[in-house]
T-cell receptor
């Protein structure tokens, strides 16, 4: 079965550094998302992306965050200057159409020291 | 703003028991409702998706229902097995149309004892 692939599985960085989290959504999917889950808390929406532009973003997704789909397969989340509170599991997700279910990757555990 | 609550937070049952997990949401203008399974340190696996016009969906031993008027959904697991042990999350799809965002509950941690 096709799956959403995320790399790396773990990322450790120093506060203030830039990180890029990478995702390869399922190939015929059109809608792309980033969610995150801080340890012990709910999964939270960050941003949705469709037709090569951001559709919606949450309050968390401030100017330090950006997303890009540089080619036909990759979808990236960049955090420009990481903070301690950015430590979380980041999930990429995609779906083919508006009415179909969302498929999640296995996540990137980001630790900011 | 949509809020999703799941009870109980944790549930432990013996193998073979039928069980129900509950989910409630505050905004009835929901696009759909999705149930996920999350294993420790892993991603989310979609189990069932119920569109707002539907009342229930079934997949194998799983049955999910949706009652928009009362703001509730249930996930019924029949003849539970140790392999069902995981955290079960419900998530409501917003009313923003096809590109909706999901609002998640905190989950129910299910342990099925052999």
């Amino acid at each position: 079965e096709p799956e959403v692939t995320q790399t790396p599985s773990h990322q450790v960085t120093q506060m203030g550094q830039e990180v890029i989290l990478r995702c390869v959504p399922i190939s015929n999917h059109l809608y792309f998302y980033w969610y995150r889950q801080i340890l012990g808390q709910k999964v939270e929406f960050l941003v949705s992306f469709y037709n090569n532009e951001i559709s919606e973003k949450s309050e968390i997704f401030d100017d330090q965050f950006s997303v890009e789909r540089p080619d036909g397969s990759n979808f990236t989340l960049k955090i420009r200057s990481t903070k301690l509170e950015d430590s979380a599991m980041y999930f990429c997700a995609s779906k083919r159409t508006g009415v179909e279910k969302l498929f999640f990757g296995s996540g990137t555990q980001l630790s900011v020291l | 703003k949509q809020e999703v609550t799941q009870i109980p937070a944790a549930l432990s049952v013996p193998e073979g028991e039928n069980l129900v997990l509950n989910c409630s949401f505050t905004d009835s203008a929901i696009y759909n409702l999705q149930w996920f399974r999350q294993d420790p340190g892993k991603g989310l696996t979609s189990l069932l998706l119920i569109q707002s016009s539907q009342r229930e969906q079934t997949s194998g031993r799983l049955n999910a229902s949706l009652d928009k008027s009362s703001g509730r959904s249930t996930l019924y697991i029949a003849a539970s097995q140790p392999g069902d042990s995981a955290t079960y999350l419900c998530a409501g799809g917003g009313s923003g149309g096809s590109n909706y965002k999901l609002t998640f509950g905190k989950g129910t941690l299910l342990t099925v004892n052999p």
